[in-house]
């Protein structure tokens, strides 16, 4: 007879998950990325996932196709997290942060950037923003690309914790439950920036 480890499936990690991808993302020279799939909605998974570099955070509510999709948006370089989560961490996270002392990297970016910036921050892909501000999406792509640069960010998920941090945006307000809007994610979509 054979014990629940000698069942699991071979590429999957159990308990020990977050220091598995702490292992494989702190190697020199990793390509890898790796997305937290978890069934603890807990900050301090997430804020984990995140500080280690996971290219993702989804909780196993998720539906398969969101799953897959992640898989792809990862694949990019992008980065997503469980949209279930992220209006909290927006919330929890600009309301933990102090301002910091100097704005400097701020002070680089022009009125645009700063303008597409806050768009970022508040979860809008990149076509929502052309269409908003009356650009085009490689506009706003190039717009993400400088903006990462300039402030020395790896991802949007970093840029929307940039933007809390320094109390750019205001917390959104949790949604009405069973509203959430599922398949959100920091990454491209179509026509979405790889940046």
Do not use: W
Not at 40 to 64: C, E, I, N, Q, T
Not at 65 to 79: H, S, V
Not at 143 to 155: E, N, P, Q, Y
Not at 162 to 171: D, G, I, K, N, Q
């Amino acid at each position: 007879m054979s014990t629940p480890a000698q069942t699991k499936p071979p590429n999957t990690v159990s308990s020990g998950g977050l220091r598995a991808a702490e292992r494989i993302l702190g190697r020199p020279g990793n390509t890898t990325k790796v997305i937290v799939l978890t069934t603890y909605d807990d900050d301090s998974y997430l804020y984990r996932a995140l500080h280690m570099g996971a290219s993702g955070f989804l909780l196993k509510s998720a539906p398969p196709e969101e799953t897959i999709a992640a898989i792809r948006i990862a694949a990019r370089g992008d980065a997503i997290i469980d949209p279930s989560v992220t209006r909290r961490l927006i919330s929890r996270f600009a309301g933990s942060i102090a301002p910091p002392a100097s704005s400097t990297a701020l002070e680089r970016l022009t009125a645009r950037e700063h303008e597409v910036l806050m768009l970022v921050a508040q979860a809008h892909s990149n076509t929502e923003i052309a269409q908003r501000l009356g650009i085009g999406d490689e506009t706003v792509k190039t717009h993400v690309s400088r903006i990462l640069a300039k402030l020395g960010l790896r991802d949007r998920i970093q840029a929307v914790m940039y933007a809390a941090s320094h109390r750019l945006v205001a917390p959104l307000p949790a949604p009405p439950p069973g509203t959430e809007k599922r398949g959100r994610h920091m990454g491209r979509g179509a026509g979405e920036c790889r940046a």
